[in-house]
């Protein structure tokens, strides 16, 4: 923290506001150590660094810590975990006994020739005997229901319930923590029900005219500190485009002098086919915007931020009702309909954004950071 001694706390990164509020908590020796979701919104090498200090200390001093977290690659690395769904214990013990619920269902393998592995994954998603499946690396990781290594066991591949699999080159893996947390759900009768049928159409299969998004020498400059320095870049139509990078990069700032929240200092931006440096407002009622910290109303209920939102973005009548009962059944919001957004789980509040976001059928959709605190199903979904 050396560095940013004279610098706002509210004006620090994500990762450096977590490492600031760590510290503070530790300065008067606790013994014991309680961090809810330590790490949302923080970026890899971060989190690597919180989780270097947290073992630090506990190894050298001895301090006891209890954590909740979504992130199942964090709770791997904990002595004992119990696992939570809809506020009940669904199983605990070491990361080890919950990964073991998966052995002889975790399997990779390489798509079909001439198949992509995003539009594999959706094809595994469709089988009822497969309750899990993502992208590794070109590859599909994909999780059984059933230990199917034990019907071929000669060859050590599973049984394929129809032509999908029998063309793919399919191997054995060592079972992981998010595979036994998805049996888990599993047996709830969660995921199968949340994952469903996925449908996947790549940009290159959509009609696409020109540029979405244009950037050109983009700066922006808050006092003698540059947050984004001459950046180019270009989106295509029914392209998804991504913005990578830790905490701090510039990310948040990009997105938002994107969506006509914040001028340039300099530079040229066109978004769907407008001068954000002249009309913003014009632009805005073409994009939807996600926040990367929840932004809605959280003393309105579900269908009162809907009912707001759609009339700030001037829908009326019979066409504001159709679109508000769209969000309602696409983002499975309808038994939470009543309830403040403010009380909402995490992975919902995030629903509930994105269909604020969509309500008016934008040309553009910006999301930042939009699956932070979500769990493994949440985010699929």
């Known amino acids: 923290l050396g560095p940013f001694t004279e610098r706002l706390a509210g004006q620090l990164s994500g990762g450096m506001k977590q490492k600031l509020g760590l510290a503070c908590t530790l300065v008067s020796r606790p013994e014991l150590l309680l961090l809810d979701e330590p790490t949302v919104g923080v970026d890899p090498l971060s989190r690597r660094e919180l989780w270097e200090i947290i073992f630090r200390l506990v190894n050298e001093q001895g301090l006891s810590v209890l954590l909740s977290t979504s992130y199942l690659d964090e709770a791997e690395r904990c002595g004992h975990v119990v696992v939570m769904h809809r506020g009940k214990v669904l199983a605990q013990g070491a990361p080890g006994e919950i990964s073991q619920l998966a052995a002889g269902r975790s399997f990779v393998a390489d798509p079909p020739t001439g198949i992509k592995a995003r539009d594999f994954q959706a094809r595994l998603l469709d089988e009822p005997t497969i309750i899990d499946a993502v992208p590794v690396g070109g590859q599909v990781r994909f999780v059984c229901a059933s230990d199917e290594s034990k019907w071929r066991a000669d060859q050590g591949l599973p049984k394929p319930s129809s032509g999908v699999l029998t063309q793919a080159r399919v191997s054995e893996v060592a079972p ?206």
């Not at 938002?256 to 954000?276: F, I």
């Not at 309808?334 to 269909?355: H, I, N, T, W, Y």
């Open 176 to 381: 992981r923590f998010e595979d036994g947390f998805m049996v888990l759900l599993y047996r709830t009768g969660t995921a199968r029900e949340s994952l469903g049928a996925m449908t996947v159409t790549s940009a290159q299969e959509q009609e696409r005219n020109g540029a979405a998004v244009e950037v050109r020498d983009l700066v922006r400059q808050f006092g003698g500190f540059t947050a984004v320095d001459h950046i180019n870049f270009e989106v295509q139509r029914g392209e998804i485009f991504g913005l990578l990078g830790p905490n701090g990069a510039g990310k948040t700032t990009t997105f938002r002098m994107l969506c006509g929240l914040l001028p340039a200092s300099s530079g040229t931006l066109r978004v769907a086919g407008v001068d954000l440096r002249r009309a913003r407002a014009s632009a805005r009622q073409r994009i939807g915007y996600v926040a990367q910290k929840f932004s809605l109303y959280g003393q309105l209920s579900v269908a009162e931020n809907l009912e707001f939102f759609a009339s700030a973005y001037n829908l009326r009548g019979a066409h504001k009702q159709s679109r508000i009962d769209w969000a309602l059944a696409e983002f499975d919001l309808g038994e939470f309909v009543d309830l403040p957004s403010g009380d909402l789980p995490g992975g919902f509040k995030q629903r509930l954004a994105m269909a604020v976001a969509l309500l008016h059928e934008p040309q553009l959709l910006f999301l930042d950071g939009p699956t932070s605190g979500a769990h493994p199903l949440a985010r699929r979904g």
